[in-house]
């Protein structure tokens, strides 16, 4: 279950968009239907979630109590109710059970796909840089064995790079997330680029964010990692072309599960700020 939003029109708060009340669920009459709503959301969600086992929980207690009440289980099919109701019942349960069962593994194995995707995207850059070093390493060595041939041996000194003294300002961030941000592979061939922001929190909170970045936002995307259940997701480009919106019903964001977020674009853009939604 999701939306997709694409420049609402929304206006009035922080980067012009519309925050979401959370509610505190006590006081207000409004904020008791609220509140009421949110439970019935991060149930509902929880069931979802794990409905794949629960299927089979049931259909395991269902084939138990056969096997013990054979007589009861027969008095029963001798009302027409009974007779067509439990079969249906049952097959509806294993049906919708295998199903969720084969949407969250699709979507498991997409997270991973992408992970190791970034990974690799990692392991490269780390490549680059170790072999930059031993190159380094080796003009070092073949200057210094040069300079000692030489009668009147001058000092020669390897050109690097001036260290920087000044200090990068940390991103304006809501309470409680810590990010991380780097280039990933656009898999869509409209945009050439792809930033690969992960949000992790150090407690639960409410997975709804405005993601302010340096340019044009084309298309946003986004999980969170070891989750495939999710309801009440609206994932698109805010009232300005620079804001990526991401808000997640349910789950919540939690320290066991980051959100990745994948912000695809026509130039190289990075994340300015970020505040919640």
């Known amino acids: 279950m999701g939306i997709r939003l694409t420049h609402p029109t929304t206006t009035g708060c922080s980067f012009g968009l519309q925050r979401l009340v959370q509610s505190n669920c006590r006081g207000v009459p409004d904020d008791a239907e609220v509140c009421a709503v949110q439970r019935f959301t991060r149930m509902f969600g929880w069931l979802y979630e794990h409905w794949g086992g629960m299927s089979q929980l049931i259909l395991l207690l269902v084939a138990f109590v056969v ?5 009861a289980i027969a008095q029963l099919e001798e009302r027409p109710l009974w007779k067509i109701g439990i ?20 979507s498991l194995k997409s997270q991973l796909n992408t992970m190791y995707q970034q990974a690799r ?17 080796g003009f070092t ?47 869509k061939p409209e945009f050439q680029f792809a930033l690969q922001v992960t949000i992790q929190a150090d407690q639960q909170i409410p997975a709804s964010f405005a993601i302010e970045c340096t340019g044009s936002v084309g298309d946003v995307a986004a999980f969170m990692v070891g989750k495939s259940a999710y309801l009440e997701v609206m994932l ?13 019903g349910y789950p919540p ?7 990745v977020v994948t912000i695809f674009s026509k130039d190289d853009i990075r994340v300015k700020a970020i505040a919640p939604y």
């Open 141 to 187: 060595s073949v200057v210094a064995a040069i300079a000692s041939i030489s009668k009147q041996q001058h000092p020669v000194t390897i050109g690097k790079k001036p260290e920087s003294t000044s200090s990068v300002p940390p991103l304006p961030l809501p309470p409680h997330i810590t990010i991380t941000q780097a280039r990933g592979l656009s898999t």
């Open 121 to 137: 995207i990692e392991a490269t850059k780390d490549d680059i840089g170790n072999l930059t070093s031993h190159i380094d390493s």
């Open 87 to 106: 079969p249906l019942l049952v097959g509806i349960i294993g049906i919708t059970g295998y199903i969720t069962s084969e949407s969250g593994s699709a």
């Open 253 to 259: 964001l939690a320290p066991q599960s980051p959100m």
């Open 236 to 248: 698109g480009v805010g009232s300005k072309p620079n804001i990526a919106l991401v808000h997640f």
């Open 67 to 71: 096997s013990i009440r054979p007589k």
